[in-house]
């Protein structure tokens, strides 16, 4: 089946620190990947997302690559800042009508 | 262009009861679906509705239930609630049921004493 597994967190980092959390995915067939991003007390906003192998994804600093050879789609910025802090899902969605499935999240803290 | 929005924001039930969350779903989007997210984890996918049919459907039981009407607007129904139910309910919205970006609303937060 589909599945997707994130690095646990919480994630701690000072202002302007670099950032990875790590995204690998079990999957049939060629799925999409996403990013998406929960603030306190929100809903999901979609973040970037990669419908091929090689894509790179971006938005906001953001940015993730999909790579098939080890089925992986790790998000990273260079810079975070506190307004960064938030819980973070990789999700994908399999070709034709299936729906998206979740990791478990990553909590990010950054701090000033 | 009106986002994904739902009722109630917060909600508290007795085990045994039943309860209703309702999803409005983005202009000119005619897919929506259901996840549940319990606490510390990633969203769960309950049921996804097209054109006021079922979709498809997660491992969830016969007692969580939905409607879309046909303005696309959709109802999620728990019958004799349990504990484990307690959770954020959230709902996603599609321009069509093939498309992959969904659009979230705030979601549900359902508290089962």
């Known amino acids: 089946g589909n599945s997707v597994t994130q690095m646990e967190g919480p994630v701690t980092l000072s202002e302007e620190a670099f950032l990875t959390i790590n995204c690998t995915y079990t999957a049939t067939g060629y799925p999409s990947l996403f990013w998406y991003v929960q603030y306190p007390g929100e809903g999901l906003q979609l973040l970037l997302k990669a419908t091929k192998a090689d894509d790179k994804g971006s938005n906001k600093g953001f940015e993730a690559t999909y790579r098939k050879e080890t089925t992986s789609f790790h998000l990273e910025k260079g810079s975070v800042q506190v307004s960064d802090s938030a819980v973070y899902f990789c999700a994908l969605v399999n070709s034709g009508n299936t729906p998206l499935v979740f990791g478990k999240g990553t909590r990010l803290s950054v701090i000033a | 262009e009106t986002g994904v929005t739902q009722s109630p924001t917060h909600l508290i039930k007795t085990r045994g009861q039943q309860v209703t969350l309702r999803c409005s779903s983005q202009?000119?989007?005619?897919?929506v679906s259901w996840y549940q997210q319990a606490l510390g984890q990633g969203p769960q996918f309950i049921f996804q509705?097209?054109?006021?049919?079922?979709?498809g459907r997660g491992n969830f039981p016969p007692r969580f239930s939905g409607l879309q009407f046909p303005n696309y607007s959709s109802e999620l129904n728990v019958n004799a609630l349990e504990l484990d139910d307690s959770a954020l309910y959230l709902c996603?919205?599609?321009?069509?049921?093939?498309?992959?970006?969904?659009?979230f609303g705030a979601g549900t937060r359902l508290s089962v004493l």
């Open positions: 202009s000119g989007h005619n897919t």
């Open positions: 996603a919205s599609s321009l069509d049921r093939a498309k992959n970006i969904q659009y």
């Open positions: 509705y097209y054109r006021e049919e079922e979709n």
